[in-house]
């Protein structure tokens, strides 16, 4: 890999952050409706952003697997994030309440945090401790693959139980827990993929605009099977966002490659471009951006009474991007915290 960054990577990355965001602002308008334009224009933005998380997976997969770093590497990398989830868990979870921590609420916390996330958006870094976990294998094993092993291993990770998925979707199925092998699963496949399109994209070409119009029929298909499934409630019709379905899966790889495709040969040296200075920050507005979702709430509901429900979350949306950016930029600027960011 060469020493300057990629800049699709970073272009990635910044557009993912800001369609985590969207994920998590922009369900409360169609949810609290029924099919209308404005529902069917909600749900598909909503599915537009579900490609964010395979993103962020499949860029660390390009960045990561293509290398064999020490183990020392590998347990600072597992400690940045148990440290880094301990604090934010912390302070999601006293924030309510003025930070009025006692040693009955501290066993409290204790208990919640090894059982589930304390804010919306910190569930990925249980999934990124995970993923970190086992990277100094998976590095070795992507070193000793060839590149049909690779295909066979991305197919066997998302295409085959993403297939599986739908058919048990529609038949009201599902694969008992015991027989489910943690090899073949989302985020391994979202891994490899990054790192196949990354080393092996150049052997094939895709044009843009086809991989564009996978990109859109995709969202169109999604949202079209959860108008169909409308009647059976939410729980069955947003099947189609979960990450490990194949409409996820098919837009990420293409977005991904896309952006590929459009940056290729561009390399960004330093902190020279706002995008890499973006880039950098993205981390650290993944960990701000609930806590400027709770704080501009109000903001939001005033804005919405005045203006479009979409307009409003748009605007919404730009400032939680542009505040979270800030708070990061300048957290960054303390030598100790930029460790953890």
Not at 83 to 112: D, K, M, Q
Not at 267 to 274: F, N
Not at 324 to 333: D, G, M, P, T
Request: charged residues 10%; aromatic residues 18%.
């Amino acid at each position: 890999m060469p020493s300057g960054r990629y800049f699709y990577i970073d272009a990635l990355k910044v557009l993912a952050i800001f369609l985590v965001i969207v994920n998590h602002t922009n369900s409360s308008i169609f949810i609290n409706q029924s099919p209308s334009f404005e529902w069917f224009a909600s749900v598909a933005y909503f599915y537009a952003s579900k490609v964010a998380v395979p993103v962020f997976i499949m860029c660390t997969g390009a960045l990561i697997l293509s290398k064999v770093d020490s183990y020392k590497k590998h347990i600072s990398r597992f400690l940045r994030g148990i440290v880094t989830l301990t604090i934010a868990s912390f302070v999601y979870y006293y924030i309510g309440n003025g930070f009025n921590v006692t040693p009955e609420n501290l066993n409290s916390f204790a208990h919640y945090f090894i059982n589930k996330p304390t804010s919306n958006a910190m569930w990925y870094l249980y999934l990124y401790i995970g993923i970190v976990s086992v990277m100094p294998f998976l590095q070795r094993l992507a070193n000793c693959m060839t590149k049909r092993d690779t295909e066979v291993l991305i197919f066997l990770s998302l295409i085959a139980p993403g297939l599986a998925s739908v058919a048990g979707h529609f038949m009201n199925l599902s694969l008992y827990e015991r027989a489910d092998f943690f090899l073949y699963s989302y985020p391994i496949g979202y891994l490899f993929l990054g790192y196949y399109i990354n080393k092996f994209s150049e052997e094939f070409s895709i044009k843009s605009s086809i991989l564009l119009s996978i990109f859109i029929i995709s969202t169109a298909i999604s949202t079209f099977l959860t108008y169909m499934q409308f009647d059976e409630g939410y729980s069955v019709s947003l099947y189609w966002s979960y990450l490990s379905s194949l409409t996820v899966v098919i837009p990420s790889a293409s977005i991904f490659y896309l952006l590929k495709r459009v940056c290729d040969g561009v390399e960004v040296h330093g902190k020279s471009s706002i995008i890499s200075i973006i880039s950098l920050s993205t981390f650290g507005m993944y960990l701000f951006s609930d806590m400027v979702m709770i704080l501009t709430g109000s903001y939001y509901t005033r804005l919405s009474t005045s203006l479009n429900p979409l307009l409003s979350c748009f605007i919404w949306q730009v400032s939680i991007f542009t505040l979270a950016f800030i708070a990061s930029f300048l957290a960054r600027k303390i030598p100790v915290v930029k460790i953890y960011l």
